[in-house]
């Protein structure tokens, strides 16, 4: 059975630093590509970074751009996505998803597994 399971999320002072994890189990990251996306309430789910099976080459939104940063161990089957200097704005529900293939895709749609997700909370 496929699952994804994330941790690491919690509150956090502006400025501050989080980092989250994604366990998968009942697959390999040599097949999918995973997403970091996040949900702000009253908000559409946002892709925040992806890194690819094949290369492992990553991908960011840019409202991140420059303060997250997304690793794949592939030892321990989980990917991590690195925060830091965090911005109240980046307060949201985080979920990671896999896509089989090489490649990162840009839309929730194209996902086929989900994890539950963790909540970040950016406030002083």
């Known amino acids: 059975q496929l699952q994804l399971v994330e941790s690491g999320g919690g509150s956090v002072q502006p400025g501050g630093s989080l980092r989250l994890s994604c366990a998968v189990s009942?697959?390999?990251?040599?097949?999918?590509?995973i997403t970091w996306f996040r949900q702000a309430p009253g908000k559409e789910r946002e892709g925040v970074s992806c890194?690819?099976?094949?290369?492992?080459?990553?991908v960011y939104g840019d409202s991140v751009k420059g303060r997250f940063t997304i690793s794949r161990d592939n030892a321990k089957n989980s990917v991590n996505l690195q925060m830091n200097s965090l911005k109240p704005e980046d307060t949201a529900v985080y979920y990671c998803?896999?896509?089989?293939?090489?490649?990162?895709?840009?839309?929730?749609?194209?996902?086929?597994?989900w994890g539950q997700g963790t909540q970040v909370t950016v406030s002083s």
């Open positions: 998803a896999a896509v089989s293939g090489a490649m990162c895709v840009p839309g929730p749609d194209d996902y086929d597994y």
């Open positions: 009942g697959f390999t990251l040599d097949y999918y590509a």
């Open positions: 890194i690819s099976s094949s290369d492992g080459s990553t």
